[in-house]
């Protein structure tokens, strides 16, 4: 039994959510705001979400490094670039075995 309307927002308890998630989706897709409670308080809200602007298409390589450390996917600017070391290749061990090989034997049974 789904709760009380109140103006453009709907309250469902948590119990009532998971017999029918469906429902709820429904609502907010159709531009309801969906309380869920638990105990008859609010615990959490599903809204529709909100359509945000499209960055500008044109920014210089110093706005497009502010945008991302604003945003948190880079912490710190690299100062040099990144290179990779000389690989390692390790020789087969007194056996024959590779080191492929031994990190199988160490795995064990799946």
């Given at each position: 039994?789904?709760?009380?309307?109140?103006?453009?927002?709907?309250?469902?308890?948590?119990?009532?959510?998971?017999?029918?998630?469906?429902?709820?989706?429904?609502?907010?897709?159709?531009?309801?705001?969906?309380?869920?409670?638990?105990?008859?308080?609010v615990?959490?809200?599903?809204?529709?979400?909100?359509?945000?602007?499209?960055?500008?298409?044109?920014?210089?390589?110093?706005?497009?490094?502010?945008?991302?450390?604003?945003?948190?996917?880079?912490?710190?600017?690299?100062?040099?670039?990144?290179?990779?070391?000389?690989?390692?290749?390790?020789?087969?061990?007194?056996?024959?075995?590779?080191?492929?090989?031994?990190?199988?034997?160490l795995?064990?049974?799946?």
């Amino acid at each position: 039994m789904w709760a009380y309307f109140k103006g453009l927002t709907m309250q469902v308890s948590i119990r009532e959510l998971k017999a029918n998630p469906a429902r709820a989706i429904a609502m907010t897709q159709g531009g309801q705001r969906v309380q869920i409670t638990s105990h008859r308080k609010v615990v959490a809200e599903l809204v529709a979400p909100t359509l945000v602007a499209a960055p500008p298409l044109e920014m210089t390589d110093e706005e497009a490094m502010q945008r991302l450390l604003a945003s948190g996917f880079v912490a710190e600017p690299a100062t040099r670039p990144f290179k990779l070391g000389k690989a390692v290749v390790f020789p087969p061990g007194p056996n024959g075995q590779t080191m492929s090989d031994l990190v199988i034997e160490l795995r064990g049974p799946r």
